[in-house]
């Protein structure tokens, strides 16, 4: 039995007392094959082709997708709304005021960009079935022309249409974010670069050390700060210019990158100063770690044979100790550093944490004659041959030449 077209299709099996059902149309999905204007329900395991009413079947098709369409759109036009204020924001902010936050608002990007490709791929989905529906729906049987299913047809194609505006808009606004992403990157980097030496910088070397001091502390994993310094840098800069100055500094961030285990992190700690994280390194380690890297300071004065000057350079090495803050371990290596400029320069000093002495460059070399109360204490031979060997070193010495002074030499 058939109901009103009013929203409700009522089904009746009047048999050994039972009382009428009702099922209500339109259901809450629409998983049944919509042929030509007919559904097909399942009413107490009696299956039947119900003929469905018009405003009911494109009110329920409307109503399904609206609101996935809405919920795109409007998700497509917050991204691209969150896009634009971060730009705006990344070219109005200050750098100081806004590099603490770099992190997260890129991690947030790319959320975002996530979000928007998820999105984006169910809609093309969600279109996808409609076309097919619309499909069959404009295979009318026998070629017969059916009004009811034109309509039909022409509200699937308006949903379509709005599919296709949703997708370009959301591909847009992934466009957007995905570049402002990129721009996020490119300042986190060039915030914890220096321009000059492409090292990390002092912001940089902050961040790394208080990441080495918290596994110090959680894991009891050692390491070493060793800070250098370039000899006469002034007289350099006084007698040859600042750009030679300049090529001096890139020359040394070089010789540092060759010279150092893989493992080391060095960067810029200001002006002619460098500072040299050695992780995992105990004193010993990191003191052989320290006289291994002289070997490729001496480089610099044949990287810069056409100055007809001594390129030297200074420095200072400092183990973290138990319950020591980051400052009092710069300071302790600082005040070796500058020791190591009294006494002459052109060497390197350690602070054990009572006193500052020396690096004896014979006195951690492998096979040196070390008696047994020091063996213990001694690199590991693991340590020693992760360091470069001094072949290395000149050939990364003679690469690093040509790209400084390549150009000029091609010019002349």
């Keep these: 039995m058939r109901g009103g077209l009013a929203g409700r299709i009522a089904i009746t099996r009047m048999k050994n007392g039972y009382q009428p059902r009702v099922t209500t149309f339109p259901p809450h999905d629409l998983r049944g094959h919509v042929l030509g204007g007919l559904t097909l329900e399942s009413i107490h395991a009696i299956y039947a082709f119900i003929p469905v009413s018009l405003p009911t079947l494109a009110s329920f098709l409307m109503s399904s997708t609206l609101l996935f369409v809405l919920a795109g759109c409007l998700l497509g036009l917050v991204q691209m709304a969150i896009g634009i204020a971060i730009g705006v924001w990344l070219r109005s902010s200050s750098t100081d005021s806004r590099n603490a936050d770099l992190r997260r608002t890129r991690s947030v990007a790319l959320e975002l960009h996530r979000l928007t490709q998820k999105i984006g791929t169910s809609v093309s989905d969600h279109r996808d079935r409609f076309e097919k529906m619309e499909s069959r729906l404009q295979e009318s049987p026998g070629g017969r022309h ?24 959301l591909h847009q606004a992934e466009q957007q974010i995905a570049d402002q992403a990129r721009e996020i990157e490119s300042h986190m980097t060039s915030a914890l670069t220096d321009p000059l030496t492409k090292l990390p910088n002092r912001r940089a070397l902050d961040d790394q050390m208080a990441n080495r001091l918290r596994d110090y502390r959680k894991l009891g994993t050692p390491f070493s700060l060793l800070m250098i310094d370039v000899d006469h840098f002034k007289a350099i800069n006084d007698d040859f210019g600042h750009q030679t100055g300049d090529e001096v500094l890139a020359g040394m961030g070089g010789v540092l990158r060759a010279s150092l285990r893989r493992h080391d992190f060095v960067a810029r700690y200001g002006g002619e100063e460098f500072a040299v994280i050695l992780p995992h390194s105990s004193l010993d380690e990191a003191q052989c770690a320290a006289n291994k890297a002289r070997e490729g300071f001496t480089q610099l004065s044949d990287l810069f044979a056409h100055l007809k000057r001594n390129i030297t350079v200074s420095g200072g090495l400092a183990t973290i100790q138990p319950g020591e803050e980051l400052d009092h371990l710069i300071a302790r290596a600082d005040e070796a550093l500058y020791l190591a400029k009294r006494s002459g320069r052109d060497r390197t000093y350690m602070h054990d944490g009572l006193i500052c002495r020396e690096l004896d460059e014979e006195s951690l070399t492998e096979g040196n004659g070390l008696d047994s109360s020091a063996a213990s204490s001694a690199p590991t031979k693991d340590t020693l041959n992760s360091l470069p060997t001094s072949a290395a070193m000149a050939t990364a010495c003679s690469d690093l030449r040509s790209a400084v002074f390549g150009s000029a030499d091609s010019a002349k």
């Design 146 to 169: 059916n009004p009811t299913t034109d309509l039909v047809a022409g509200v699937v194609g308006e949903i379509l249409a709005a599919n296709r505006q949703l997708q370009t808009e």
